[in-house]
């Protein structure tokens, strides 16, 4: 049974930083993209982040170019979000993603002003 599952969000104080982490079981995906997604309360769920299979690769959604950055590790068979200078606007639930499709349970992030 393949999961993803995150772990690393919580309650930060704007312009603070958070670690997200999604770690992968049951099959391997490093001959493919990861990536995360979030869903503010009340909006429906958005694209944030992407980093393709060699890890050469990564793209972000214009909201957060210059404060998120995305990384994996093959080894841990995990995808990672480093979110600096968090704004209130970031709060969210965050999802890992994977093609399959396959995401994670999410994980809250709240950013307070």
């Known amino acids: 049974q393949v999961q993803l599952v995150e772990s690393g969000g919580g309650l930060v104080q704007a312009g603070g930083s958070l670690r997200l982490s999604c770690a992968a079981s049951?099959?391997?995906?490093?001959?493919?993209?990861m990536g995360w997604y979030r869903q503010p309360p009340g909006k429906e769920r958005e694209f944030v982040a992407v980093?393709?299979?060699?890890?050469?690769?990564?793209n972000y959604a214009n909201s957060v170019k210059g404060r998120f950055a995305i990384s994996r590790d093959y080894a841990k068979n995990a995808v990672y979000l480093q979110m600096n200078s968090l704004k209130p606007e970031d709060t969210a639930i965050y999802y890992c993603?994977?093609?399959?499709?396959?995401w994670g349970q999410g994980i809250q992030v709240t950013v307070s002003s």
């Open positions: 993603y994977a093609p399959g499709p396959y």
């Open positions: 980093i393709n299979w060699s890890g050469s690769g990564t």
């Open positions: 049951g099959r391997s995906f490093s001959r493919t993209d």
